[in-house]
T-cell receptor, first 107, second 111 residues
Framework: GIQVEQSPPDLILQEGANSTLRCNFS?????LQWFHQNPWGQLINLFY???GTKQNGRLSATTVATERYSLLYISSSQTTDSGVYFC?????????FGKGTMLLVSP | SQTIHQWPATLVQPVGSPLSLECTVE??????LYWYRQAAGRGLQLLFY??????ISSEVPQNLSASRPQDRQFILSSKKLLLSDSGFYLC??????????FGQGTRLTVV
C-alpha cells in the first residue's frame, strides 16, 4: 500500500515562531488532508488539498502532487497550536495516515 | 458537510467481556466508512473500512470485527476483549472527492 512519511516527528517552538511541516507520499493519490489532533483526541480538519495552495488564517498548505509531497505552514504560532498534526492520503477506498508531527508551542 | 456520531466517549471493560461501538453518519449517502485505533503514542492504525452495506475489508487480523447493517451505520465489535484492545477508537466517513470527517472517538480501557 501507499506509504506516508511526515517530518519532523517532533517540534518545539517559542510562541510567535513560524514552522513548516512536511508530508511525503509514495504514490499518486486521489486527495490529501491535514488534521490537527487536539488534547482531547479530536481530529480537526485543517485542509483538504489534493493539489495547489490554500490558506486559512495563520495556516496555509501546499500540495505538489506530481512530486508527491505536501507542506503545512504555521505562522506566528500560538500555544493553542500545540498537538499532533497528521496528513492523510486517499488512494481509492483507503485512507492512510502518516505518523504525525508532535508540535509543542511554549509561551 | 458530514457529522459523525460516535459513542460512548469513554468505556472501561473487563478482559473477556464483549464490545460494541457504534458510529452513525449524517449529511451524506453511501459513504466509505472507517474504524481506526490509536494506541499509546500517536499513530492511527486502520482496522476496517467499508464501501457499502455488508461490505467490510479488514486491514489487520485481530480480535475485532466490524459490520455495516445500514448505509450510514458502522459497528465495531469484539466477543472477548483483550488487554491489548485498549486504545482510542475513531470512526471516519468519506464521500467521493470530498474530505474525510471523524467522530469524537471512544477511549477504551480494558482492565
Amino acid at each position: 500500500g501507499i506509504q506516508v512519511e511526515q517530518s519532523p516527528p517532533d517540534l518545539i517552538l517559542q510562541e510567535g515562531a513560524n514552522s513548516t511541516l512536511r508530508c511525503n507520499f509514495s504514490d499518486s493519490v486521489n486527495n490529501l488532508q491535514w488534521f490537527h489532533q487536539n488534547p482531547w483526541g479530536q481530529l480537526i480538519n485543517l485542509f483538504y488539498i489534493p493539489s495547489g495552495t490554500k490558506q486559512n488564517g495563520r495556516l496555509s498548505a501546499t500540495t505538489v502532487a506530481t512530486e508527491r509531497y505536501s507542506l503545512l505552514y504555521i505562522s506566528s504560532s500560538q500555544t493553542t497550536d500545540s498537538g499532533v498534526y497528521f496528513c492523510a492520503v486517499r488512494e481509492y477506498s483507503t485512507l492512510t495516515f502518516g505518523k504525525g508531527t508532535m508540535l509543542l508551542v511554549s509561551p | 458537510s458530514q457529522t459523525i456520531h460516535q459513542w460512548p466517549a469513554t468505556l472501561v471493560q473487563p478482559v473477556g467481556s464483549p464490545l460494541s461501538l457504534e458510529c452513525t453518519v449524517e449529511g451524506t449517502s453511501n459513504p466509505n466508512l472507517y474504524w481506526y485505533r490509536q494506541a499509546a503514542g500517536r499513530g492511527l492504525q486502520l482496522l476496517f473500512y467499508s464501501v457499502g452495506i455488508g461490505q467490510i475489508s479488514s486491514e489487520v487480523p485481530q480480535n475485532l470485527s466490524a459490520s455495516r447493517p445500514q448505509d450510514r451505520q458502522f459497528i465495531l465489535s469484539s466477543k472477548k476483549l483483550l488487554l491489548s484492545d485498549s486504545g482510542f477508537y475513531l470512526c471516519a466517513s468519506t464521500a467521493p472527492n470530498t474530505e474525510a470527517f471523524f467522530g469524537q472517538g471512544t477511549r477504551l480501557t480494558v482492565v
